[in-house]
């Protein structure tokens, strides 16, 4: 019962470098959503998708491309990393119930030097 | 502009005693709000959530309480256990929306002393 998997877990870039984060779900979840958590600054939503095929921008979406070729999976890619980047981020799914409740990776930290 | 806050980084609560965190909310086109709870170097886990048109929620030693008029919502921990020791985030969804995420507040660090 793996849930929502990220990889990797771990990543230190250099300014410039590109890199994709990797999110596989394995509970037939139609929504798909990428979160960053920054000190002081809670959780914010960077890009979404609400079906294979689909994306959409969330509150946070600059410098992030994001793509969903396949239902269970979410990739999130930095063309060329900014030291602003550095967070640690946050996969995360949902059936689409009515509370909206989401299920979330284990995150992944990223630092750009 | 925040939508969702969450104004005490943390709270020093001895084990036992009641627990309180506290949420405050400027947007009225949220209909559920949601609580997650996050231990250190793990994603944020599912605590309890509760429909705007309630005012108490509870599920085993954790209640909510949403009070519409002032915008502001609390979780109450009883009695407060050492695994409480945690971050916890309030979230809000807005109304008809299933797919669009959740809004979350900064978190409150939840320290529980023996």
């Not at chain 1, 470098?17 to 002081?40: F, I």
């Not at chain 1, 999976?73 to 640690?88: D, H, I, K, M, R």
């Amino acid at each position: 019962n793996a849930g929502v998997t990220q990889t990797p877990k771990f990543r230190v870039l250099k300014t410039g470098q590109s890199m994709t984060l990797l999110c596989a779900q394995d509970m037939n979840h139609e929504y798909m959503y990428w979160y960053r958590q920054d000190p002081g600054m809670g959780l914010r939503l960077i890009h979404y998708s609400v079906g294979e095929g689909t994306t959409a921008k969330g509150e946070v979406p600059d410098g992030y491309n994001v793509s969903r070729l396949k239902k269970q999976n979410f990739l999130l890619g930095l063309e060329s990393a900014a030291p602003s980047q550095t967070s640690v981020y946050f996969c995360a799914s949902s059936y689409g119930g009515q509370a909206g409740e989401l299920f979330f990776g284990e995150g992944s930290r990223l630092t750009v030097l | 502009d925040q939508q969702v806050k969450q104004n005490s980084p943390s709270l020093s609560v001895q084990e036992g005693r009641i627990s309180i965190l506290n949420c405050d909310y400027t947007n009225s086109m949220f209909d559920y709000f949601l609580w997650y709870k996050k231990y250190p170097a793990e994603g944020p886990t599912f605590l309890i959530s509760i429909s705007s048109i309630k005012d108490k929620n509870e599920d085993g030693r954790f209640t909510v309480f949403l009070n519409k008029s002032a915008k502001h919502l609390s979780l109450h921990i009883v009695p407060s256990q050492p695994g409480d020791s945690a971050v916890y985030f309030c979230a809000a969804k807005f109304f008809g929306s299933r797919a669009d995420g959740l809004t979350f507040g900064k978190g409150t660090h939840l320290i529980i002393q023996p």
